[in-house]
């Protein structure tokens, strides 16, 4: 792995805990040599993570497209800034960019951008890593979901077991190390002729 694709909140929450999480995990990128790709805000646990990251001598790649510029501020200190030119832009240039997906804590864009990486693991489009930081419980009750979803037969083993789940950055990138994906076929691919 050389990137980690980080979503996190354009708010930092109500917990330092939060906060806290974000300038560990962009330590640890950086200790690890592992180069961060984020959505390109200086706000909210985005510049938090992307500040830690750059303070710690890594890189940090922000992706944001031009209509948010100015609404998150985009970090002008970064390694790299992509602007692009919609939220599908951005999403697909953060995939192209990384080797494995994590999700601190933050609000609807957070969690709709992780659940779409997720289903394209899901898919067989990729088969990087997909983690969920659960600071001070933040995802706990989401994990529960996903074994209820596993349980009432909407989800197999297999794809519930593509999320990984930890509270502290090394345990969760040591997963991400290990980490090989299901046997999932790609489902946009051609069938075989026979």
């Not at 390109?40 to 031009?66: K, N, Q, S």
């Not at 951008?113 to 394209?120: A, N, Q």
């Not at 997963?175 to 046997?183: C, H, L, Q, S, V």
Request: hydrophobic fraction near 40%; charge should be negative; glycine fraction near 12%.
């Amino acid at each position: 792995m050389d990137r980690i694709c980080v979503y996190c909140g354009s708010s930092s929450g109500a917990r330092s805990a939060y906060q806290e999480a974000a300038v560990s995990l962009g330590r640890t990128l950086a200790e690890r040599d592992l180069g961060l790709v984020y959505g390109g805000g200086d706000v909210g646990l985005m510049g938090t993570v992307a500040d830690a990251t750059l303070e710690a001598g890594g890189e940090a790649h922000g992706v944001i497209p031009d209509g948010l510029r100015e609404r998150e501020i985009a970090h002008e200190g970064l390694t790299e800034l992509d602007v692009v030119g919609s939220m599908h832009d951005r999403k697909r240039r953060m995939v192209d960019l990384a080797d494995g997906f994590v999700a601190l804590p933050g609000g609807y864009g957070t969690l709709e951008e992780f659940m779409e990486v997720l289903t394209w693991t899901q898919l067989g489009l990729h088969a990087n890593p997909c983690g969920l930081l659960d600071v001070a419980d933040y995802y706990a009750e989401l994990a529960t979901f996903f074994d209820h979803q596993r349980e009432e037969g909407f989800v197999s083993a297999d794809h519930r077991s593509i999320v990984l789940i930890e509270d502290e950055p090394d345990e969760l990138l040591d997963r991400f190390a290990d980490y090989e994906a299901p046997p999932l076929k790609n489902v946009l691919d051609s069938p075989d002729e026979t």
